[in-house]
């Protein structure tokens, strides 16, 4: 960085396209207890971040989209070593971060910016703008006084706002321009990457593609990387290049970003997807919303993490594999032969989940369900109408289902739920193994899709 207003990364060392960042097998975990008692007995961990590895590459948007709480900001705040992994490592330029002390860390962060989701508290606001701007300069020992100053209004410029307005203070400026504030701030040190932490989602949305475009340009003249975190997949596909899909601490897809909207492959990212507000009033916007809830991260699931609400659950024995080290009760559940028609397959699923959730009622007479008055012909009956419209399952899986139905018979909810995930969910592929597979891309270099149905 040789003049204050020169604009640029001129680290040299990395072309555009190049590596900038190695992320290998990453897992953040934090205990879930902060009581007294926790100190003395230990507590389970939550697995905010399991086992992710990705690539950052100069000169690009990669974007981390999912749902509240899968672990978007932990894993940004674990790339930039503001929080320290508990796993793995984080090779910035080749230099693993993981093995450097908080001293060493210093020099590079001012290689490393970030902007968040709320621009007013993240403003001093008893600091002037100029100020602010010049702060991350002032900390790393960067240009004189008046070179600083130089330097703040010339981003102040580049940001889309009025250098003149240098002396102004935050409350001052609208939610959009104190945004672009914190964009020159970030800028000032000539990052190679800023991690954005869902940096337009407190804007009304007029406002936000004002501000990605700026930010665009600025990646164009500052060949600046942006790690961009986001729950919004419009705002995703307005600004990304690339998109990692993280569901429950672990990366579901990873794609080029019109790979990935063209041509998604997991079932979590066609979720979300289908889960993007139609635009036209008109039309319906139900096309196969999420079940139920996320699971939590001090238990996940085992195998894919998505198993327990995906609806392509692939049915056991279906990849001709036997499953070695399952627990007993799984193992005792397991059929020797399953050979569903797919809708049929997909009919014990729901079935499968709505006895787990206890998501319909048997006798609408009793209130009370563990007594249900109902003769076994009858409940077979009305599951039938109410699962089982593409045809009765055969053969061993109907013997289980018949199983399940004399405990619901019985008002034992517990004893069929148990029954069913062990014989079905448990025994599925996607219950014993986790899923990490690549795919050939249609589009781009690269297509991640930790899916089994991809194997
Ligand atoms: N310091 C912490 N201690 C304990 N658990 C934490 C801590 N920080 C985050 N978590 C938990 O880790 C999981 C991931 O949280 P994180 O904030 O990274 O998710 P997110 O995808 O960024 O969500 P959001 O969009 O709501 O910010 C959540 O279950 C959260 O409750």
């Known amino acids: 960085m040789s003049d204050a207003t020169t604009v640029g990364n001129d680290t040299g060392d990395i072309e555009a396209g190049e590596t900038l960042m190695e992320i290998d097998h990453v897992s953040k975990y934090f205990s879930s207890g902060s009581g007294f008692l926790s100190g003395f007995f230990g507590s389970p961990d939550v697995k905010a971040v399991d086992d992710v590895s990705f690539e950052i590459k100069k000169g690009e948007t990669i974007a981390v989209v999912g749902e509240s709480g899968c672990g978007k900001s932990t894993l940004a705040r674990t790339v930039l070593q503001l929080l320290r992994p508990t796993a793995g490592s984080v090779r910035y330029k080749g230099q693993d971060l993981t093995e450097l002390s908080d001293k060493e860390i210093r020099p590079l962060r001012q290689n490393m910016q970030m902007i968040f989701q709320d621009p007013q508290s993240s403003l001093n606001p008893r600091m002037k703008i100029g100020q602010i701007v010049e702060e991350p300069m002032k900390a790393h020992g960067l240009y004189d006084s008046e070179g600083r100053t130089e330097r703040a209004k010339v981003l102040l410029n580049k940001v889309g706002l009025d250098p003149s307005h240098y002396n102004r203070y935050p409350h001052e400026f609208s939610g959009g321009q104190r945004q672009r504030v914190n964009l020159a701030r970030a800028l000032s040190t000539d990052p190679d990457l800023i991690m954005c932490d869902e940096p337009v989602s407190a804007l009304d949305v007029s406002i936000q593609a004002q501000v990605l475009n700026t930010m665009q340009e600025l990646q164009d003249e500052f060949g600046v990387t942006?790690?961009?975190?986001?729950?919004?997949?419009?705002?995703?596909?307005?600004?990304?290049?690339?998109?990692?899909?993280?569901?429950?601490?672990?990366?579901?897809?990873?794609?080029?970003?019109?790979?990935?909207?063209?041509?998604?492959?997991?079932?979590?990212?066609?979720?979300?997807?289908?889960?993007?507000?139609?635009?036209?009033?008109?039309?319906?916007?139900?096309?196969?919303?999420?079940?139920?809830?996320?699971?939590?991260?001090?238990?996940?699931?085992?195998?894919?993490?998505?198993?327990?609400?995906?609806?392509?659950?692939?049915?056991?024995?279906?990849?001709?594999?036997?499953?070695?080290?399952?627990?007993?009760?799984?193992?005792?559940?397991?059929?020797?032969?399953?050979?569903?028609?797919?809708?049929?397959?997909?009919?014990?699923?729901?079935?499968?989940?709505?006895?787990?959730?206890?998501?319909?009622?048997?006798?609408?007479?009793?209130?009370?369900?563990?007594?249900?008055?109902?003769?076994?012909?009858?409940?077979?009956?009305?599951?039938?109408?109410?699962?089982?419209?593409?045809?009765?399952?055969?053969?061993?899986?109907?013997?289980?289902?018949?199983?399940?139905?004399?405990?619901?018979?019985?008002?034992?909810?517990?004893?069929?739920?148990?029954?069913?995930?062990?014989?079905?969910?448990?025994?599925?592929?996607?219950?014993?193994?986790?899923?990490?597979?690549?795919?050939?891309?249609?589009?781009?270099?690269?297509?991640?899709?930790?899916?089994?149905?991809?194997?």
């Open 226 to 455: 942006y790690l961009f975190i986001s729950h919004d997949l419009s705002v995703v596909r307005y600004i990304a290049d690339r998109v990692a899909v993280m569901y429950l601490g672990q990366i579901a897809e990873l794609a080029n970003k019109e790979e990935l909207f063209e041509n998604p492959k997991h079932p979590y990212t066609e979720a979300l997807l289908d889960a993007i507000p139609v635009p036209d009033p008109r039309a319906t916007n139900a096309r196969g919303t999420l079940e139920g809830d996320v699971p939590s991260p001090i238990n996940p699931p085992s195998g894919c993490r998505f198993r327990t609400r995906c609806p392509k659950v692939i049915q056991p024995g279906a990849l001709g594999k036997e499953p070695t080290d399952l627990p007993d009760e799984v193992q005792a559940a397991r059929l020797q032969s399953y050979e569903l028609e797919p809708a049929v397959w997909q009919d014990t699923l729901a079935f499968t989940r709505a006895v787990n959730r206890r998501s319909f009622v048997l006798d609408e007479g009793e209130s009370d369900q563990t007594e249900i008055s109902l003769p076994p012909e009858e409940v077979r009956t009305r599951l039938e109408s109410l699962f089982f419209k593409n045809g009765w399952p055969e053969g061993e899986v109907e013997r289980t289902i018949n199983a399940a139905i004399d405990s619901l018979s019985n008002g034992e909810w517990e004893d069929a739920a148990t029954l069913l995930s062990n014989t079905f969910e448990e025994n599925s592929i996607c219950a014993i193994e986790q899923p990490t597979y690549t795919v050939a891309p249609e589009r781009g270099d690269i297509h991640v899709v930790n899916c089994h149905l991809h194997r």
